[in-house]
């Protein structure tokens, strides 16, 4: 997930539950915590995680009251959920935590900590772009031409890197009101590019009445053949990925909506494929190699799998020893997903090994977890056995107005390459 979009995500969350429900919750217990009255403390949070059952900080914080009330085994699952999505949670110095540590468990999640905080670096530098200001999010390799094409949020442009290093833009700024890109697919075949474009803040030129949209290029020219918009009911939109079926049908996400949306060929129209009450922040899609199923990424939720046919959905379940919240980009690789995992601390990239069935992980590995090159890495391209994606994208490069900083304060874009079993 986009980190400007993180805390718009969170508060569309709250609304929909009553937010100031939530803060009443959380300030009440607070408040508890501070005349020591725990076992208020501890209802107040299961109240506040009733109407957010995903939110990280009140697992940690359930983790605690339920230590502090002796619900021991409550604590370690807590801590333990809290700890899969942010490592750094302190738990060693914890005085609230102290009856737990005699507990055979403790060591177990200290463990467990410990792991997930390890930096762990497998990939290597594939591409470093010089523009600093040029805010990339979505990337897309084209095999054919040796060429990668970028998305630029900031500036509002496509650009392509040669395999000789040549840069030149696919297509100029805001060409035909195109606003941010986020995700970005090429067919080949028939000689096309799509591109999600999605008005941000941190644009140049930022404009509030500015629309979402899906445009289809010309591949070998950079023109524009179609823009396509929302039908009528539908104020705006995040676009925020897009893939291509066999036959060439672009297939976009939309965050804000919670919609995945599709071009009807017959009547080029952008329509609604499949939305889900379960849906709480779509990212990233990616369809298994016969198009049966389609993964599609929660932000919030995790990992689930939508049968085409029937468009049954299903969760995705997860060994225990790690959390698929968080997850941006997605993609299939022989009976695997890879996952690009922005909303989680450290930040990591991991391979997924799925069940025959596809419906649930039974091993993993990391990628890459807190990269010393890592800003909020982003979306990222297969090549075959190759994987390349954005390791820092640079959502945080702008100040509280959305200025974006100095190209002396940013740090040259880098694509790493991780290599596939």
Sequence with gaps: MKLALTIYCFMGILAINNAQTFQSYYK???SAYAVKDYQIF????K??????????GIFYKLGLASALTNKKVEAFSYLKQAILINANYPLEDVADLASLKQNNQWNDLIVLQKKWQLTTVTSTPFLTIKDRQLHPEGIEWDEVEKTMYVGSIHKRKIIKIKASGEVSDFCPAATEGITSIFGIKIDRKNNLLWACSSPMQEMENYDSSARSMVFKFELTTGKVIKRFTLPSGFTNSVFGDIILNKAGQPFISDSRNNIIWT?????????????SPEFWNIQGLAFTPNEDDLFIADYVKGMYKLHIKNRHLTRVEVVPEVSMKGIDGVYFYKNSLLAIQNGVNPVRICH?????NLEKVISYEVID?????????TLGVINKNEFYYIANSQWSGYDETFKIKPAQELKDIIILKALLK
């Excluded at 997924?352 to 025959?356: F, G």
């Excluded at 977890?369 to 890495?377: K, L, Q």
Aim: hydrophobic share 30%; no cysteine.
């Design 47 to 56: 109240q506040a995680n009733l109407l957010h059952p995903y939110h990280q």
């Design 369 to 377: 977890n807190a990269h010393p090159d890592f800003n909020e890495p």
């Design 352 to 356: 997924y090994y799925l069940d025959k």
């Design 28 to 30: 009440q217990a607070d």
């Design 263 to 275: 071009i009807n060929a017959t009547n080029e129209t952008l329509d609604k494929f499949y939305t």
């Design 42 to 45: 501890y209802i107040k949070l």
